[in-house]
């Protein structure tokens, strides 16, 4: 009997306890400070007169998740038109943000495409652009 006994509540001792699994991670989503790294990194690989393409793939296309949610990679952009040309500037996260506050423009490296093509990165870069 008393093997029974301990047999059942091995076995609601067992029922009740749950195996924790972690969740398979999305390999598209990283934490913000993984993201800053790999943004320092990959702009060292950027060269001029890559296509937006190539900046993509070479950057990548991930996102980050932060406290208020979800920062793409590029975190933004912006499309301007001089004349004739047509200037895109991708915005990628590489300095960290200060606890509290929103992410602000000057905590990323611009990376400046006239005409689909990269002319430079850097806020000198974006200086640059006629206005």
């Known amino acids: ?20 699994k972690d969740p398979v991670r999305d390999p598209n989503i990283v934490d913000y400070n993984e993201m800053l790294t790999r943004n320092r990194t990959s702009l ?24 208020d949610g979800f920062v ?13 040309d047509n200037f895109e500037i991708l915005f990628y996260m590489t300095e960290k943000y200060p606890p509290f506050t929103r992410i602000r423009d000057s905590q990323a490296t611009p990376v400046v495409l006239k005409n689909g093509k990269v002319i430079g990165w850097g806020w000198d870069t974006v200086n640059s652009v006629p206005k």
């Open 1 to 20: 009997m008393r093997t029974i006994t301990f047999v059942v509540l091995s076995l609601l001792v067992l029922g009740c306890h749950r195996v924790r």
């Open 44 to 67: 060292v690989s950027l060269t001029l007169g890559m296509d937006k393409a190539e900046v993509l793939k070479t950057m990548g296309t991930f996102k980050a998740e932060t406290g």
């Open 72 to 84: 793409p990679n590029p975190s933004k952009s912006e499309m301007i038109t001089r004349g004739p």
